[in-house]
């Protein structure tokens, strides 16, 4: 497989690099914050003017139509940046479910064009996740039964809020009645699709913790290069510098792991499940190392509300445990692996 990007890919992660070191810099995330939804429609607004909330809708309902390898430098990025907004949720995930529902379904004819120009949030629901973030404030949910596919109205929903140390997301739980009426896709053409979801997602935040923990390393870099003891940057001392290089290593082994997973999304390659817990696993590793020594470096301060590095330590040790914990991921790459007959090594894994 080639790893390598075309120029178009990195052209327009460029672009949202430069978009979002603008739109979200650390003070405009804490006003966010303090909205009572943690989200910014004039925000959402401007994400839609770079394409964003129109990249996986297919071009026949006013979408770019591009494919999960594009999301991924895209979902870095989002990450770094510690984005408040939904968008991965609807514009990735809910435009997946409501492309992939059986021809004619009139919930795509409506919303998919809505999702490109960035007019509607979409939450997604499922047992591996069982907190909705967003669930209040979008306007529909997408939800799992029995692996049908269910659309219901905030509204017709009781939503019970639960409180995350991640103060970019409201975490609800949503309990509903599903019937004929909210049914919009059966088990038989659901389960596949949901599996899709769950995939997605996971890769998804994989890409993202990659991106934590690189604005995490970097947050520790510059702390180190600038706070002084002894007349030095506590940087020059080997205690600091080593701990930060052994982030910048985990970094790095885990990226080609994550894009190997969304090569395989984007691909339909058979073994994309193990592939993307692999994914999950490689990145979350980098980011729980990349805060905790980014915490260290600031000399323990790094957790208060008042440094910036709580805000991107706080989202990433959220999204380890969102959409499958360790121990799902784990079980699926131990399934693989040690199944009769596995096919292991470099030659197998990244052929």
Known sequence: MDFTFDDQQLAFHEAVRKFLVVEAAPERLREIWETKFGRSAELRAKLAEQGLTALSVPEAYGGLGQGDL??????????????PD??????????????????????????????????VRIA???????????AENSGLLLMWHDDEVHAIRPVDA????????????RLYRVEWTPSAATRVCDA?????????????????IAAQLLGLAQRMLDLGIDYA???????????????????????????????????????????GDRHTG??????????????RLAARKSIQAHGAMGYTWESDLQMFAK???????????????????????????????????FN
């Open 225 to 267: 290069a600038q706070r002084k003891q002894f007349g030095k940057p506590v940087g020059a001392f080997q205690a600091v510098k080593h701990q930060l290089a052994d982030v910048a290593v985990k970094i790095e082994f885990a990226k080609p792991v994550v894009h190997r997973a969304a090569y395989a999304l984007g691909h």
């Open 188 to 204: 038989a053409h659901g389960r596949a699709l949901w599996q899709g979801v769950i995939d997605r997602a996971s890769a998804a």
């Open 315 to 349: 989202r990433a040790w959220v999204l380890d445990a969102a959409w499958g914990d360790r121990a799902f991921h784990k079980a699926r790459v131990a399934d693989h692996v040690l199944a009769s007959g596995a096919r292991l090594g470099p030659g197998e894994t």
């Open 86 to 119: 939904s968008l991965s949720d609807t514009a990735y995930l809910a435009a997946y479910i409501l492309a992939g529902l059986p021809d004619g379904a009139q919930l795509k004819t409506d919303l998919l064009p809505k999702i490109a120009t960035g007019t």
């Open 124 to 134: 997604v629901g499922h047992p591996i996740n069982p907190l909705v973030a967003d």
């Open 158 to 169: 009781r939503l019970s809020f639960h409180a995350s140390i991640d103060m970019s997301r």
């Open 70 to 83: 594009d999301w991924v430098l895209v979902q870095q990025e989002l990450g770094y940046h510690a984005i």
């Open 274 to 287: 193990v592939y993307v817990s692999h994914a999950r696993l490689a990145a979350g590793e980098s980011a």
